[in-house]
């Protein structure tokens, strides 16, 4: 299965509400859904929709912060793991289980820490203050086959600024869902990101 690499990020997502919105995802082009587990219910809420969506997306947790939260989400059938944080427990329980991992990180220190710790890739985290500049300067030092995402701050307007410094993708959070957001609003915005990503791919 290849992805866009746009995260869809739907902190604050109910179970019941999970299906439905991560199908118009799917159905806009956006394939890599992540549930922050701090929404309600969240683990139930990966389960359901990684069994609604099976063959056609992955379905991972965000703000992970435990070993244990990990296996949670490996047993719903989540497929990736999004950690605030660089804790060397949780991304080698997440690798261990054959999930991919995606640390946050806003400094080379952190950057390398993940690095060795096994990280899948890195989440730069908050874009909008690092800036595109300041990624740059760190992926000058970083290997040049990692995959980096700009989160935090990163929307359709700028993803063209990322993608000149070597961004891999994003991940969207506010942008395209808060809660109570309907679903075809969700749908709108989903295609809109990836109109904007499709542009900034292609040069």
């Not at 019941?16 to 859904?33: K, N, S, Y």
């Not at 993608?163 to 395209?176: D, E, K, N, S, W």
Request: aromatic share 6%; net charge neutral; charged share 15%.
């Amino acid at each position: 299965m290849s992805h866009r690499h746009i995260i869809a990020i739907l902190r604050g997502i109910t179970p019941e509400e999970a299906v439905p919105v991560c199908t118009a995802l799917v159905e806009a082009g956006i394939t890599l859904i992540e549930v922050p587990l701090n929404s309600p219910n969240a683990v139930d809420s990966i389960g359901r929709a990684a069994s609604a969506l099976s063959g056609r997306a992955e379905i991972g947790a965000g703000t992970v912060l435990s070993p244990e939260d990990v296996r949670a989400v490996a047993g719903a059938g989540g497929t990736f793991i999004v950690s605030p944080d660089t804790n060397p427990a949780v991304i080698a329980e997440t690798v261990g289980l054959g999930l991919k991992s995606y640390p946050g990180v806003f400094s080379p220190t952190d950057a390398f820490a993940a690095i060795r710790a096994g990280a899948t890739g890195l989440k730069f985290f908050p874009a909008e203050v690092l800036g595109a500049k300041g990624i740059k300067a760190m992926k000058a030092v970083l290997p040049p086959q990692l995959p980096v995402y700009a989160v935090g701050g990163a929307n359709p307007d700028n993803f063209h600024e990322f993608f000149a410094v070597g961004c891999t993708g994003f991940g969207l959070g506010t942008y395209i869902f808060k809660p109570g957001m309907g679903v075809a609003e969700i749908a709108d915005r989903a295609r809109l990101a990836v109109a904007s990503y499709d542009r900034g791919a292609a040069k």
